[in-house]
Every structure is written in structure tokens, then in C-alpha cells.
């Protein structure tokens, strides 16, 4: 809870407080899917199966893009979907906080 008095640098210094540790940090949706692949004559494919993956679903300039990651770097990915959800959450308080010190 804020101070009832705080100054910006306040504001500052309780947010890199709270920042520390927050990396790695991303935002966008990690799926899992299973589709069938580009290789003609895929013998998975022929007989209804479907390739499993994982996707990582980003914006860049508005648009929607996928990323595939591999099944030993999903852990990795998820801590920072995390991480950035925190501080997606701290960033909305930080300003809430940083507007109410500078009235």
C-alpha cells in the first residue's frame, strides 16, 4: 500500500524493489498443438496422427505471430509469461502511484 505522502523517486525506488527478480519477462500466450506437418508422405501424418508442439504467441507491431518452442525450453518460457504478468500488474500500480505523487 502506498505512503500517504509519496515523491516520485518513492515511486521509483518501491518499483525496482519490486522489479528484482522479475526477469526473464514476456507477454503473449504459450499453446500447445497438434497439427499435421508440411512433409509430403509423412507416415504420422497418413495415418491421422498429428505432430504435437508448442507455440508461443507474441505481438510485434500489432500483428500476431507464433513462435515454436521446444519441449525442453517450455519451463523456461512459462516462468517468464510469469514474470511478465507481474510486472504487467506491477506496472499498472506503478502508476497509479507515480500519479498520485506528482499531484
Not at 507416415?43 to 496422427?49: N, P, Q, S, T, V
Not at 500489432?62 to 504478468?85: C, F, S, T
Amino acid at each position: 500500500m502506498p505512503r500517504a505522502h509519496e515523491s516520485p523517486a518513492d515511486v521509483e525506488r518501491w518499483f525496482r524493489t519490486q522489479a528484482t527478480g522479475l526477469w526473464p519477462a514476456a507477454l503473449g500466450s504459450l499453446s500447445f498443438r497438434k497439427s499435421p506437418c508440411i512433409r509430403e508422405h509423412c507416415a504420422a501424418c497418413a495415418r491421422g496422427d498429428q505432430h504435437a508442439s508448442h507455440v508461443l504467441y507474441v505481438r510485434v507491431k500489432g500483428r500476431r505471430i507464433g513462435l515454436y518452442i521446444p519441449e525442453d525450453l517450455v519451463p523456461q518460457i512459462e516462468r517468464a509469461l510469469e514474470n511478465g504478468r507481474a510486472l504487467q500488474e506491477l506496472l499498472y500500480e506503478a502508476g497509479r502511484r507515480y500519479t498520485h505523487a506528482i499531484k
